[in-house]
């Protein structure tokens, strides 16, 4: 059975911090885990790609599920994830705390199925 291929899309901000460097860090560290597994082929998410895609998704209803399998379609490959964190803030006297929902998600491009979903939270908690 060949291996099958898959590539990371970005992954958007709903949140009002400026965390898009830590964004495309991810977007790093999860293809250097898929890549170091052995099970997929990793088609590489450069900003170039990133942003015709994203164009492309812009114009319907951005990251449903058939948009995104009509990108893998178009990038060809097999699976594509995707993905958005949000947050909710609370602030006190003297302490702000951030809760952010980071939303993972993987399409089979050839069926548009949402085949794995994952919800990751973390919190950051600011003082004076």
Do not use: C, M
């Not at 170039?48 to 599920?65: F, K, P, S, T």
């Not at 958005?84 to 069926?111: C, H, I, P, S």
């Amino acid at each position: 059975d060949d291996p099958k291929s898959i590539s990371v899309l970005s992954i958007e901000n709903n949140t009002t911090e400026h965390i898009s460097g830590a964004l495309r860090t991810l977007i790093t560290s999860v293809e250097t885990k898929l890549v170091n597994s052995g099970v997929f082929i990793v088609v590489a998410n450069d900003k170039q790609a990133d942003a015709a895609i994203n164009a492309e998704l812009a114009r319907g209803d951005a990251y449903d599920q058939a948009s995104i399998a009509a990108a893998g379609k178009r990038l060809g490959v097999n699976y594509l994830i995707y993905g958005d964190v949000g947050d909710t803030a609370e602030k006190t006297k003297d302490v702000r705390r951030v809760q952010y929902y980071l939303f993972l998600k993987v399409v089979e491009v050839e069926t548009g199925r949402l085949i794995f979903q994952q919800q990751i939270d973390r919190t950051k908690q600011l003082t004076g």
